[in-house]
């Protein structure tokens, strides 16, 4: 910090401790860095902490303005790379190193053990089959006949609610609208391609605008632009289903000769392990996600990339499954709701870019939304590393030596 942001940043901080200034009116007197500045000295004082980690961050304050309000600093998570590991994508094709941005120790070793092997097995397979984000408003209506001409209405009118839509953005398009009854209440879950972006907002825009025409048309009336079943950052039935954001595969077949060098296991006890604890033991759990660590390596890849951390609970909806074929080893993750993109939000973060260019993938692709589903490819395919690693271990019961090696 230089004399002049230190002295700018006492004067700011004086202010607000006067009441001349609230803390998010400090960018309007001052450079974004001298408002962190200040903020820093207000919580420093009030608290008794020391932020002088907090404040000690490589990138230019102003940089993280559309992300963050009332920033102070920076919070650095350790990160590291696995791999590289050969992926057979449908966008994404060769050897990758993938980032992981993470706290836990062992993590990357483990995900790096996976990788190695999928490497010796010949890379693995991996697909989006199924793309779009949601967005769901819940209307009111009278009645279940009003519910019945609603449900109707849009049915026959999805051409204007596509127009109306569109013509907010220049790059979202609408896939379709579902609509589901509940007594008076009238769901239309709006379904999107938003290319390279994630799309939460570009999906939340344009359904306002379609809402306003299902107003206009028709005696419903909007409660709330989100009616839970889009379903955003909540464990839901509904995305494991019928998908949200990516639903993207991965799998491989390892010979059984590497199973048992590599991972001191057999094909036969991983399938075994897998089907007791990830499918029965899942499903006695009744647990949405059928998978051992899924989210490790979604939330690790999400940090490191600049993705919404939150929507990490739709990331770990995924099922892995196990299987012994003519003495080798089959292992797949399917992930339901996947939600990422390479353009906007968090990917415009100096450090998040770097590891979104560390895959290839930083900004918008060629063809548009090819960059987002090498993206997600990448994290399936570290997933399914960190699944045949975590399964392998607890098949050869090594997990706990393994940690303790590791001191962690």
């Known amino acids: 910090m230089t004399d002049d942001t230190r002295a700018t940043a006492e004067e700011l901080a004086e202010r607000v401790r006067d009441g001349e200034l609230r803390l998010h009116e400090l960018e309007d007197h001052a450079d974004a860095d001298a408002a962190a500045a200040a903020r820093r000295l207000l919580v420093e004082g009030q608290s008794g902490a020391s932020l002088d980690s907090v404040g000690d961050y490589g990138f230019p304050a102003a940089d993280a303005d559309p992300n963050i309000e009332n920033m102070v600093g920076a919070a650095q998570v350790p990160m590291g790379v696995a791999g590289p590991v050969a992926i057979r994508g449908g966008s994404l094709d060769g050897e990758r190193y993938l980032p ?11 995900v790096n053990r996976g990788c190695s092997v999928l490497n010796d097995a010949g890379g693995a397979n991996a697909r989006v089959l199924k793309s779009g984000m949601t967005r769901a408003p819940v209307f009111r209506v009278a009645d279940v006949v009003e519910a019945e001409a609603l449900v109707e209405w849009v049915r ?14 220049s790059h979202g398009e609408l896939s379709d609208v579902t609509p589901y009854v509940v007594g008076s209440s009238v769901y239309l879950r709006f379904r999107y391609d938003t290319k390279d972006a994630m799309g939460m907002n570009m999906a939340t825009i344009a359904t306002r605008a379609a809402c306003d025409v299902v107003e206009e048309a028709t005696d419903a009336s909007l409660v709330a632009l989100s009616g839970n079943l889009c379903s955003d950052k909540k464990p839901a039935a509904i995305n494991a289903i019928e998908g949200r954001g990516r639903s993207v595969t991965a799998d491989v077949t390892i010979p059984r000769e590497v199973v048992e060098e590599r991972l001191h296991t057999t094909p036969e006890a991983v399938a075994e392990l897998n089907t007791r604890k990830n499918l029965v033991g899942s499903a006695k759990a009744a647990s949405l996600g059928f998978n051992a660590h899924v989210a490790n390596v979604v939330a690790a890849m999400f940090l490191a990339t600049g993705q919404d951390a939150a929507q990490v609970v739709e990331g770990s909806n995924a099922i892995t499954t196990a299987e012994e074929r003519d003495g080798n080893l089959y292992v797949s993750v399917s992930i339901a ?43 399936a395919v570290g997933s399914l ?7 392998s271990a607890l098949a050869s019961r090594h997990l706990s030596s393994a940690h303790a090696e590791l001191g962690r």
Do not use: F
């Open 337 to 379: 709701s996947l939600e990422v993109g390479t353009v906007g939000g968090g990917t415009k973060l100096p450090t998040q870019a770097e590891g979104l260019e560390v895959l290839g993938v930083r900004g918008g692709g060629d063809p548009a939304g090819s960059n987002a589903d090498a993206l997600a490819e990448a994290i």
């Open 156 to 169: 026959e009118n999805e051409e204007k609610l596509r127009e109306a839509a569109e013509e907010t953005t």
């Open 100 to 110: 992981l941005a993470t706290t836990e120790g062992a993590l990357l070793a483990s």
């Open 385 to 391: 590393a960190g699944e045949l690693s975590l399964l």
